[in-house]
Structure formats: structure tokens, C-alpha cells
């Protein structure tokens, strides 16, 4: 007699990979939007934006004002957090502060799959990648980011 080992399933492991998707989706769709808007500006290829998605998301601008944004997703035993950190530096090379985040993703009152930060707010995979975007502000300041 064989006992085959029982494997737990991770709580929201679909629900989790789907929201990463949507989220590296409305991600790379604001970028494609803000680097328009810069070559409209008359800004170089060097002033824009990239994006990496995939397992881990990277999105980063270089140059005097530069960010880095990085996300990846993990399925720990409670269910799936998006994880990263931001880093960069201002004029003069000077680092900013880097700051590390956690959105543990969760199922809402109402049904909908949400990631959750700091004292129970939800976000949408919009507004995720909202709050992401938002880090590039430092790198125009006079410019409204898609949000």
C-alpha cells in the first residue's frame, strides 16, 4: 500500500496569477501612454520609460532623475502577495530612500479579487498600477501621469 503525498493547493493561486497579468497589462499600457506623451513633448528616447514584465515586473526610468520600480509576484502558503521595492536618486546622484511594499492579494467583501495595503484599503489591478506609476512623478514633475 502507497500513499501518494498530498499537495496543498495555495489559497487564490488563480485568482493571484490572474490578477499579476491584469496588473503587468494596465502597467505596460501607462507606460506605452506616458512615453507618447514625452516624444510628443519633444523629450529623447533616453528620457522615457521601459518596462520588463514577465515573472518579475521592472519598470524603470534613467538618466538625471532616475527609478526603479520592481514587482514580482510570490505564492507563500497563505496565498500570493505581490512583493517589490522602488529605488532611485534625484539631481546630483543623490539615492532617495528605497522603499519596499506588499500587497497580499484577497478576496474583497463583495467578490473581487483585490491586493491589500496598509490598513485594509483595496486595489484593483488599476489602481495598482496606478499607485506603481505614481513613482515616476519625481522624474516629471510637471507632467500629469496617467492615473
Not at 522603499?99 to 486595489?123: L, M, N, T
Request: hydrophobic share 35%; net charge negative; aromatic share 8%.
Amino acid at each position: 500500500m502507497s500513499a501518494a503525498p498530498a499537495v496543498a493547493q495555495v489559497p487564490l493561486t488563480t485568482e493571484g496569477t490572474q490578477f499579476w497579468k491584469d496588473l503587468t497589462a494596465e502597467c505596460e499600457s501607462k507606460v506605452e501612454f506616458l512615453n507618447r506623451s514625452l516624444l510628443s513633448r519633444g523629450l529623447h528616447e533616453e528620457d522615457l520609460v521601459t518596462i520588463a514584465p514577465g515573472s518579475e515586473l521592472h519598470i524603470s526610468k534613467s538618466g538625471k532623475y532616475c527609478v526603479d520600480i520592481s514587482a514580482r509576484i510570490d505564492f507563500c502558503s497563505w496565498g500570493p502577495v505581490i512583493s517589490g521595492a522602488v529605488r532611485g536618486c534625484g539631481a546630483g546622484d543623490a539615492d532617495f530612500s528605497a522603499r519596499e511594499f506588499e500587497f497580499p492579494i484577497a478576496r474583497d467583501g463583495d467578490g473581487s479579487v483585490v491586493a491589500i495595503y496598509d490598513q485594509g484599503k483595496s486595489f484593483s489591478p488599476l489602481d495598482l498600477s496606478c499607485y506603481l506609476m505614481q513613482n515616476l512623478r519625481r522624474c516629471y514633475p510637471n507632467l500629469t501621469l496617467p492615473c
